[in-house]
Nanobody, 126 residues
């Protein structure tokens, strides 16, 4: 069974950086597209970045040039490096394993979703 565990969230000042980690059960990141999504209360879960097993990738326009998604197969871990953070980046960030990579970063259909992590909070202050 696929399991995902996020870490690395926290509180930072505007302009700061954080690196989120998603530790996956064995072989998960070699078998599936991996994504980072974020959500604030009252809004839909929003795609931030995705990376497929062939290393194809996509980023939301709001984070291009600031965020970077990467994989470490040896550690079974996917990272999201976040730089030049802005208050509007404040959200709960979730890791996902996905069957077919949603390069448009839209809502993940139940038929495509393998697993969500529990989330890690990010708060960016002014």
């Amino acid at each position: 069974q696929v399991q995902l565990m996020e870490s690395g969230g926290g509180s930072v000042q505007s302009g700061g950086s954080l690196r989120l980690s998603c530790v996956a059960s064995k072989d998960t990141i070699e078998k599936f597209c991996m994504g980072w999504y974020r959500q604030v209360p009252g809004k839909e879960r929003e795609g931030v970045a995705v990376s497929d097993k062939d290393k194809s990738f996509a980023y939301a326009n709001s984070v291009k040039g600031r965020f970077d998604i990467s994989r470490d197969n040896h550690k079974n871990t996917v990272y999201l490096e976040m730089n030049n953070l802005k208050p509007e980046d404040t959200a709960m960030y979730y890791c996902a394993a996905i069957r077919l990579c949603p390069y448009g970063l839209g809502y993940i259909r139940p038929t495509d979703l393998v697993a969500w992590g529990q989330g890690t909070p990010v708060n960016v202050s002014s």
